[in-house]
C-alpha cells in the first residue's frame, strides 16, 4: 500500500469507518491507469472511491518532495 493510500485509511479509520471494498477498488483502479464507471447506491460513498484515487496520488507526490514549505491541504464536505 502506498503512504499515500495508507494515510487515507488512517483517515477513515480516524473517524471510525472503513473503506468499502468498491472505494478500495476504484483507489486500486486509478492508480493503475485504469477507468470506469462507479455505480452504488445513493449515500454509500462514491465520492470517496472517485476522489481519494488522485488525493492518494498527491500525498504520494508530496511525501517525496522534501523541498520546505511544501504541502496539501484537502477539505471535505460535511453534513449539514
Do not use: C
Not at 35 to 62: H, Q
Request: charged residues 20%; hydrophobic residues 40%.
Amino acid at each position: 500500500m502506498s503512504p499515500g493510500l495508507a494515510r487515507i485509511e488512517a483517515w477513515f479509520a480516524s473517524r471510525g469507518w472503513t473503506p468499502f471494498p468498491f472505494q478500495r477498488e476504484a483507489w486500486a483502479a486509478y492508480r493503475d491507469g485504469r477507468s470506469g464507471l462507479i455505480n452504488a447506491p445513493t449515500g454509500v460513498g462514491k465520492s470517496y472511491a472517485a476522489f481519494m484515487g488522485p488525493l492518494s496520488e498527491r500525498i504520494d507526490a508530496e511525501l517525496a518532495d522534501t523541498e520546505p514549505g511544501s504541502s496539501v491541504q484537502a477539505r471535505f464536505p460535511s453534513h449539514a
